[in-house]
C-alpha cells in the first residue's frame, strides 16, 4: 500500500521541519528517508513515492533553492524523477507549466 508509506515519509518530514523550514529534528528527516526508503522497497511501482521522494531530497539540500545542485546532489534527484516518469510516462502531474 504506497499511499500509507507516502503519508508516513510525509509527515515525519512534516514534523522535522519548521514552518520557515529550519530544521527541528534531524532524527524525523532520517525517519522520513527510512520511510521513503522501504515504501520503495515494498512498492517498487510506485511513481508518486519516488516524485515524493525527490522532492523531498531536493528540499532537504536547500529548502529555499537558493544555490545550483552539486552534480551528486541533481544526480541522485533526477534519478527519483526519471524512475517515476519511467512508471507513469502519462501522468498529468508534469505537464503542468513551469513557473519562474
Do not use: I
Not at 545542485?69 to 501522468?91: G, H, R, W
Amino acid at each position: 500500500m504506497p499511499e500509507a508509506w507516502l503519508q508516513l515519509a510525509q509527515t515525519y518530514r512534516d514534523v522535522s521541519k519548521t514552518r520557515k523550514d529550519h530544521v527541528r529534528s534531524t532524527d524525523y528527516s532520517q525517519k522520513a528517508v527510512a520511510a521513503y526508503e522501504q515504501g520503495l522497497a515494498a512498492n517498487p511501482n510506485s511513481a508518486e513515492l519516488y516524485a515524493s521522494y525527490a522532492g523531498f531530497q531536493l528540499h532537504s539540500v536547500d529548502p529555499a533553492l537558493s544555490r545550483q545542485l552539486t552534480d551528486a546532489e541533481a544526480a541522485s534527484v533526477l534519478a527519483l524523477l526519471n524512475q517515476a516518469l519511467a512508471l507513469e510516462p502519462n501522468n498529468t502531474l508534469r505537464k503542468r507549466p513551469c513557473r519562474n
